[in-house]
């Protein structure tokens, strides 16, 4: 009787413990699974050139900042453009224009932070969401990203150097706007502003910007 409960029980062990080996050899490929789902969705969300969020990530975040911020204000969306882009890739050739693009979103990814999401929507815009930060701030933001992005020097092959590159830039606070599509037009009428008064600048928005703008509305819709 003892020898057959110690085969039951050494039975019983091996197969517990075939069991806890199986359990655990699941559990690892579950974690792997989700490691891997969660890299999927983080690329996702990433811009490939830049490494800068992208617009599927911009929007999002857009929404949430809008929802959150609109009667508490303390919120500003930078938008900046790269002055005369078009030029880089029709003189130098698109490789050119994509290390133009790449350095540019470097020099902007310095300024990411806990308050503050770094993106690149599209093209050669690329967008700043920065949250607990008043106009006045995001203004003088605005201008550090001006003269980070002023102070890149480039060289291509040969030794010879480019263009200088410079943005344009727009700012505008959620509260603001009355709904997300209009915080995002308040902020891109500065910048549009930024360009018509000669590039390289940052324009902060207002009521009054509007009004002088509203007469231009035909210019502004074919700048953009």
Do not use: W
Not at 5 to 32: D, F, H, P, R
């Amino acid at each position: 009787a003892i020898a057959e409960i110690k085969t039951v029980t050494e039975k019983t062990l091996a197969a517990n413990g075939n069991v806890m080996a199986e359990a655990e050899n699941k559990s690892a490929s579950l974690q792997e699974m989700r490691r891997k789902l969660n890299e999927y969705k983080r690329l996702a969300y990433i811009d490939s050139l830049t490494g800068l969020f992208n617009r599927r990530a911009f929007d999002d975040r857009m929404a949430s900042a809008f929802a959150k911020y609109r009667k508490l204000g303390g919120c500003a969306l930078i938008l900046a453009d790269i002055d005369h882009f078009k030029r880089f890739n029709d003189t130098y050739g698109h490789p050119v224009g994509d290390r133009v693009l790449t350095a540019v979103g470097q020099s902007l990814a310095k300024f990411a932070g806990r308050n503050i999401f770094v993106a690149r929507p599209g093209g050669e815009e690329f967008a700043l969401i920065a949250e607990n930060m008043s106009a006045e701030e995001a203004g003088r933001l605005a201008e550090l990203v001006r003269q980070e992005v002023a102070s890149i020097n480039f060289e291509i092959k040969g030794g010879g150097k480019i263009d200088p590159v410079t943005i344009s830039l727009g700012v505008s606070m959620a509260d603001d706007a009355l709904d997300g599509v209009e915080f995002y037009q308040n902020s891109d009428l500065a910048l549009y502003s930024s360009k018509n008064g000669g590039r390289n600048r940052t324009t902060v928005y207002s009521m009054e910007l509007r009004g002088a703008l509203s007469n231009s509305r035909l210019m502004y819709t074919k700048a953009i």
